[in-house]
Structures are given as C-alpha cells and as structure tokens.
C-alpha cells in the first residue's frame, strides 16, 4: 500500500517549457487535490477533483490544467513554465469516515515535487 | 474573504507546554484541522474540530470556538522531534456541495533542550 506517491520529486525547466507532474493513490480515495506551497504563505489549492471525469478550479489555477480520467491518477500539467511557477507541489487524497456523528474528511499529503523554473 | 492567521515562529524548551494559537474568518464553515509539517516533508494530519470544545489525542489537544473564529494546539511534554512547522487549516463549503481546505501560513516551531 503505498498511499500517495509523486512523480518526479525534483525538477528544473525553463521558462515556455511544459511537462506534467504526477500523481497516483492506491487507497481509492474520492476525492483528490493539487496545492501549491510557498515561503511565507500557506498551501494553496490549485485544482481538485471529486470523482473520475470531474474536476474543477481552485484559488490559483491559472498556467495549469488537470485530468481526472481515473480513481487512481491526478497528473498536473504546467502549459508554459513561468518563473512564478516555482514551488513545492503536494498532491492530496482524501477519505470520508464517520466517527459518532462527526465526520471527519482527513486529507493525505503525497511527498511533493520541488519544481524550479529558470 | 477568508483569512487564517496564526504566529509565524515559536520557541519552546524540551519537556515544556506550548499552544498554538489560531483565528480565522471564512463563510461556510465545516471544520478546522492542525496538521504538522517537518522541514522538506509533506503535511501530516494530527487533528480535526468541527463542534466547539477540547480534542485530546495524547500529548497533543486541539480547542476550537466556533463563535470566536478561534482555535489552538496545545503541544504537551514538548520533544525535540516536535519541531516543525504546524498548519492550520479551515474547511469550508463550496457552492455544489463540496469542501475546499484553507490554510494558514503555519507557525514554525523550534524546540530547544
């Protein structure tokens, strides 16, 4: 069971290139996200998704599309890499269990991927 | 809007107590969590509050007041593996039914002997 995993850990690109970040579960989560972190400021969602075949927007999606084509795989895609661009992307799942009456949603972080755009 | 603030940095020594502390404005508002973040990792879930009250799991206790816009961590017998940075994050309603996570910036926590 290896949970969330994030593919490539490290990248550098250049300015105008484009590349996909993935990202896969194996715990048949609903519901997974794309963040973004920067120093100084907290995780920021870029795109989410609920279930295969949808996915929508989240505060700072724009330079960045997704695809939701299965349960499993959440890949990322840069379109034009832009200095701005460089962060630390996390990729999370999410799971919906009862306790009592309190639900709790506990989201599951993959490793990240440290991208540098020059 | 919505807005999370909590301290940007915080010391305390080993075997201590230390609260993080939390408010934050958002419409729509179903749940706070904490998570904790060490250098280079990803986040990993340590609590979650959705009613007004104490959580208590081991050395750390999450409180949330919903009324106040406010929560915090409380960090017990503090270790030194306790440094981090720990984030708080509100889950509030999106219009079609679904949740979205707000985070704050978190508060670096460093522990000394």
């Known amino acids: 069971n290896a949970g969330v995993t994030q593919t490539p850990k490290f990248q550098v690109l250049k300015t105008g290139q484009s590349m996909t970040l993935q990202c896969a579960q194996d715990?048949?989560?609903?519901?997974m996200s794309w963040y973004r972190q920067d120093p100084g400021m907290g995780l920021r969602l870029i795109h989410y998704s609920v279930g295969a075949g949808i996915t929508d927007q989240g505060e700072v999606p724009n330079g960045y599309n997704v695809s939701r084509s299965t349960t499993e795989d959440f890949p990322l895609r840069l379109l034009s890499a832009a200095p701005s661009q460089t962060s630390v992307y996390f990729c999370a799942t999410e799971r919906r269990r009862a306790s009592g009456r309190v639900s709790t949603n506990e989201q599951f972080f993959g490793p990240g991927t440290r991208l540098t755009v020059l | 809007g919505q807005n999370i603030d909590q301290p940007t940095e915080m010391t305390a020594t080993e075997g201590a107590i230390v609260q993080i502390n939390c408010t934050y404005q958002t419409s729509g508002f179903n749940g706070l969590f904490w998570y904790q973040q060490h250098a280079g990792e990803a986040p990993t879930f340590l609590s979650y509050?959705?009613?007004?009250g104490l959580e208590e799991k081991g050395r750390f206790s999450s409180f949330l007041s919903r009324s106040k816009g406010y929560s915090y961590l409380l960090l017990k017998e503090l270790q030194m593996k306790d440094s981090a940075s720990y984030l708080c994050?509100?889950?509030?309603?999106?219009?079609?039914?679904?949740?979205?996570?707000?985070f704050g910036a978190g508060t670096r926590l460093a522990v000394h002997p």
């Open positions: 715990m048949n989560h609903e519901y």
């Open positions: 509050n959705v009613l007004d």
């Open positions: 994050a509100v889950r509030a309603f999106l219009s079609g039914g679904y949740n979205k996570l707000i």
